[in-house]
């Protein structure tokens, strides 16, 4: 169909038109239709039925300019394609931990999908110290199954390619590269901070091998095609209640270091943890949410090493490598070191791509909401210092890590000072 | 046009059909055509005019089946579209080191090309010891200006992820993966070697630590998109006489790791080392010659390096990274830190590449001509053995390497104890 961009009328004539979706909204019904979210990079609609049983579906179209920057800086509306794509991938591999996909539609740039009800964002339920306790189980599925099954080592060479060639999204990967590994450190415009954390943004800025690791970090980012990543993976993207998991928004998806994914996810947990300095003065309650997040920490890397080794070894039709390699006196050891030093340097993705996402929150084009949310600077500056030091040494101890204990003490250690300082106080 | 399979006559009435060629070849010319090479995967003429000025050019199409195993295995013709594309971008970035491009179809998957006359393909010369001055300078041009020039180092991120979506090679990836990094280190129907290697052969396929190693290599070939590579670069594929240089056959060409083409081309005059044991009795002769190849080898490496971190200097466009990443106190040095890094790096898969790919040639699918022409099979297995333990410590210590030198010590090492036996008989 030829592109145009829907209102809340259109919409409803389109969703007619389209003759009513499975298992979903028939053509016949009442409708009602709101747009929801900010517009600005894509309309959002909830298209409901006026009448029983209510059902309620989401409408995402791209739009094919900025909105808020009028039509003088178009974006490609190629990123709906690599949305709806990436989602019915992820409906294939993990079901039940994505919104399920009714209907799509490229040439106007648009998908209908599951409206989650009663799901929540997570950043802001995380400020309020929720807990969610199948969180750790479902991510850390989301993760493996995704990860693996998009990997060489269960797609042969030629299945993998293929699937690669329809993931090439250059301009969204630009934005990641740019806003993630390069401008936060150096002069640009768009970048800001709290004046407070001047000293510590510029040293950051002049650390020559800090900013080494950044390229080199930047590098993998750009060339190391493993495995289909969401490459957006934060606790904005992650949609949660008291029972249940869904991963939003994959636009920015393509071959990349399965890393990525797991440490933008970890990083945001950290980040959060550092929130609560300001947003939890009660230090019982501080420290009580604060361990049980870096428990989230390590049971989510934890269970993705153990789920994905297992899925490794139950399914050995992939390309790296056929069982027969392993086959040798010896072999069922070497194939098992072979499994062990994969996911180890996954792990070392985890802090090096971890640790950049954490500083560029710090310095770059925009903070996270658990942080930027802390109204006093002073107070702001203290979770805003120990991110640019756990950020940093994350990245330039990566290699050094051997479990996921390691990057925790790094957090911990930094963290030990302003502990002490609180208590007194 | 639609495809179908050229002979030498029908070969003259498609030159005709064009209209003539550029420079070359009128329409109304006289012309003859005669088939040439092995015209099993493809269709190789050479079309030369009957009277003055006696021009000539070669005309390749691919077959869509393999001729020798009848239409019964068909191969996807679509290899000479990317022997195609590879070879109109080494034209663009190192014109005199490739055979300059006439004529493309597509649809015919064919294309004309220059005849290389006067040249020959690399391997046989070196077995009878020819030297060729300018070839350590022109195939470091040739690698350092292709790699460079299709790497993040040039090339925004936007340019070259739209390069390496026309580079999306899955079926002749499969052909080196199978072959390069899979078959030859276990039971594989195709695998031939010299029974008194059977040792060597069986101790290979059942060490842990190399297996490891090999497989690691293969995630990096499979994964690590750094720039467009021939990826096939070994001395069966360079053409050369006193003066000029020729790199052909480029239909492997993908987006992989640089260390693999200077790997494969190291290598491979590395084996020819190995094979004057047995070729060149006369011990002042070949030790001449061999330090002439080691030269070679350092020389090429040398100079790959040089002009490699030169254009680098002198062309700072690239995503990775813009110039004002690297401006702050020490950004200068730091730089050069990365450059370093990053070049290091290269060597290391040069050990690592070049280790599998000398295993393979010993045990996989098919030897190197240089040693395969050894008949008697004890001074072949001299050889032999000496590759095996050359490739095996190459992939073994790939990251301990700091220069060429280690790479070339390895060599001098292991061929000590042949050197004396030679020398007291």
Not at 26 to 47: K, R, S
Request: aromatic letters at 10%.
């Amino acid at each position: 169909m030829t592109y145009r961009a829907l209102d809340q009328n259109s919409v409803i004539d389109y969703m007619r038109d389209l003759g009513g979706l499975d298992e979903n909204i028939p053509a016949a019904a009442a409708m009602q239709a709101d747009e929801v979210g900010d517009g600005n990079l894509n309309l959002v609609f909830i298209v409901r039925e006026c009448e029983a049983p209510y059902r309620s579906v989401i409408l995402k179209q791209a739009l094919p300019y900025l909105r808020v920057a009028g039509e003088s800086w178009p974006l490609t509306r190629e990123r709906m394609r690599f949305e709806t794509q990436a989602l019915l991938k992820q409906n294939e591999l993990a079901p039940e931990l994505v919104p399920h996909v009714y209907h799509t539609d490229d040439g106007m740039s648009l998908v209908i999908m599951e409206y989650l009800a009663n799901y929540e964002v997570m950043r802001r339920p995380l400020v309020a110290r929720k807990r969610f306790p199948h969180f750790a189980d479902h991510i850390s599925t989301f993760m493996a199954r995704t990860l693996f099954f998009t990997s060489d080592l269960y797609l042969t060479g030629v299945e993998k390619k293929g699937l690669q060639a329809t993931f090439i999204n250059p301009h969204l990967c630009k934005i990641q590269e740019d806003f993630v590994f390069t401008n936060p450190f150096m002069q640009s415009e768009e970048n800001n901070w709290n004046p407070l954390i001047d000293n510590e943004v510029r040293a950051v800025r002049s650390n020559s091998d800090l900013k080494l690791a950044i390229a080199e970090m930047k590098a993998a980012y750009m060339t190391n095609g493993q495995a289909l990543i969401h490459s957006d993976l934060h606790t904005g993207s992650i949609m949660v209640n008291g029972s249940g998991t869904k991963v939003i928004d994959p636009e920015f998806a393509f071959f990349g270091p399965m890393g990525f994914d797991i440490g933008a996810l970890l990083e945001n947990l950290v980040l959060n943890y550092l929130s609560h300095f300001a947003h939890t003065p009660d230090a019982d309650e501080r420290r009580a949410y604060q361990e049980y997040l870096l428990d989230l920490v390590r049971e989510i890397w934890q269970q993705f090493a153990a789920k994905f080794e297992e899925l490794w070894l139950q399914n050995s039709r992939g390309e790296l490598m056929p069982a027969a390699y392993w086959d040798f006196p010896g072999g069922t050891e070497a194939f098992a070191r072979f499994r062990s030093r994969y996911i180890a340097e996954v792990l070392h993705d985890v802090a090096g791509f971890g640790g950049c996402k954490m500083l560029r929150r710090m310095m770059g084009i925009v903070s996270v909401w658990d942080i930027s949310s802390i109204d006093d600077p002073t107070e702001r500056a203290i979770a805003e210092r120990l991110a640019i030091r756990i950020g940093s040494r994350w990245v330039l101890e990566r290699k050094r890590f051997t479990s996921i204990d390691g990057l925790i003490d790094v957090v911990r250690e930094e963290c030990r000072t302003v502990e002490s300082r609180h208590d007194n106080t």
